[in-house]
């Protein structure tokens, strides 16, 4: 028995789990030259409260409770998190190790809650200055080293308007640049880095033109994004491809030659959530343009998109309604259908057009390609790397047990709750912790997430995130991301 016990530690120790995944043509691929879908939830614990740079709290800053979250996020069938606000001051490697080890990849953005964390809507100029730049860099040392470090995002519906599609273009783009660079100059592998646009279809695809053509017509064009990501709310309750509008994004992006995803999904208009979509996100016809998606979002907030309900006085969470629903229809796929298409020969994808006004079609967008020149300070600082320089390095996990309780939508507590260690290879997917919770069936449809009549229709709501996009408004179905952003400007003026 003990010698049993020494092996089960060992393994524990030594596991590895993901290893880098890499861009090719269109699409992300493993080491198998498989193209890798992504099944991702947008993670950030306690919403705007789960940020605090004067406590060096940040959602990657305690172990205990990655612990937790990452045997939730398995149980549920995700292989990849998207971060929103880090602190690249903080130690992340037992939290990286954790997600590495549970077989979950890392999607970051760069920007953060605080004086100098991110890039204005408005007067971008403004804030486009060494200690902002800076920071993005930071965000790049502190976690170039894992491998499950998936792509970096430099910004996130920076874009969301008019007015401001006449401002911001270019010095996105060049922010996109800068950190290009640096993580050409400083990484040890090309980790990608892109942009994350509101779903605003009156500006949409010029973001998308302008950011991924090439200046030269080459795609290594450092200014060009190596991904673009969409926080789309357009499919509500028992949808479909043409009511939902997922049929324009198809054809809009059909030609992309960079890798296209859903950077947040899940409108809440009908309640609970049916997450019907993701029988359409991952068949054919989309996967052949798309690489999956991000549900927005782990923990319930005011905003009532939550997967789980977290009792921040003893930690504890409870699985929500829409948990079992989402979990549910992420069973029903073929996983090993899904992530065994291999990718095409390299080259063979779509070429990033030559950038030119002509290919931004609003008279509202800057279509001009002639980027700012680095604020001052900031070549020296990506020639010889940020100072001080965060680290981070993935370590051995022995202890992958949730020490905090978890809860079915009845209350009964899950038993044994703990992370398990994947192989060097492999990501995680549904049914790899198969640790019991309460069926589907026995939860009620007021388990958390309220309800509203009709699971068929589509109501209106005063909630902005799910206004029809699908029929080409200039309203943006992204309030949660927004919300994000309205928040950092906030509590960086008041640090």
């Not at 990849?105 to 403004?126: F, H, R």
């Not at 992309?256 to 409108?267: A, I, K, L, Q, R």
């Not at 990718?343 to 950038?355: N, R, V």
Request: aromatic share 10%.
């Amino acid at each position: 028995m003990l010698i049993q016990s020494t092996l089960l530690a060992l393994s524990a120790t030594l596991a590895a789990a993901v290893k880098p995944l890499t861009v090719k043509n269109q699409f992300f691929v493993d080491a198998s030259d498989n193209i890798f879908q992504i099944a991702g939830v947008a993670y950030q614990p306690g919403g705007s409260a789960g940020y605090n740079a004067a406590l060096g709290k940040d959602p990657l800053s305690n172990g205990d409770i990655c612990r937790r979250d990452a045997a939730i996020l398995q149980i549920l069938g995700v292989n990849t998190i998207r971060i929103y606000n880090l602190n690249p001051d903080v130690n992340h490697d037992e939290c990286a190790s954790i997600f590495n080890a549970a077989g979950i990849y890392m999607i970051l953005d760069v920007n953060s809650p605080q004086v100098a964390g991110s890039l204005q809507s408005y007067n971008p100029w403004e804030s486009y200055y060494d200690t902002y730049v800076n920071r993005t860099f930071a965000v790049v040392e502190a976690f170039k080293n894992y491998d499950n470090t998936l792509a970096f995002f430099s910004g996130n519906e920076v874009i969301n308007d008019a007015s401001s599609a006449g401002q911001v273009p270019p010095y996105m783009r060049a922010v996109t640049r800068d950190i290009k660079n640096y993580v050409a100059k400083h990484c040890d592998r090309k980790i990608p880095v892109g942009y994350s646009a509101a779903d605003v279809r009156d500006v949409l695809f010029d973001s998308f033109e302008y950011f991924t053509c090439a200046e030269d017509g080459k795609s290594d064009d450092p200014s060009r994004a190596d991904i673009f990501a969409l926080n789309s709310y357009s499919w509500c309750g028992n949808s479909d491809l043409q009511k939902s509008g997922y049929i324009d994004l198809i054809e809009g992006f059909s030609n992309t030659s960079v890798p296209v995803f859903y950077s947040e999904y899940g409108c809440n208009e009908v309640k609970p959530r049916m997450f019907t979509e993701v029988d359409a996100i991952y068949g054919e016809q989309f996967s052949a343009v798309f690489s999956g998606g991000i549900v927005y979002e782990y923990t319930e907030e005011e905003n009532s998109y939550g997967l789980v309900s977290v009792n921040t006085k003893d930690q504890s969470v409870t699985l929500l309604k829409d948990f079992y629903t989402l979990k549910d229809q992420f069973a029903k796929l073929d996983w090993k259908k899904v992530q065994s298409v291999k990718s095409a020969k390299d080259g063979s994808g779509p070429k990033p057009p030559k950038c030119d006004k002509k290919l931004i079609t609003s008279k509202d967008f800057d279509g001009n390609f002639t980027l700012p020149a680095m604020p001052p300070n900031v070549p020296k600082i990506l020639a010889n790397g940020v100072s001080p320089k965060p680290s981070g390095k993935l370590i051995d996990i022995t202890d992958f047990k949730s020490k905090y309780t978890v809860k079915n939508a009845d209350g009964s507590v899950i038993a044994d709750l703990a992370v398990k260690p994947l192989s060097s290879d492999e990501s995680n997917s549904p049914g790899t912790n198969a640790a019991k919770i309460q069926s589907s069936g026995s939860v009620s449809s007021s388990s958390g997430n309220s309800t509203s009549s009709g699971s068929d229709s589509q109501p209106e709501s005063t909630d902005t995130k799910n206004a029809s996009g699908a029929a080409g408004s200039a309203v943006a179905m992204t309030l949660p991301a927004m919300a994000m952003g309205a928040f950092a400007i906030f509590a960086g003026l008041a640090l």
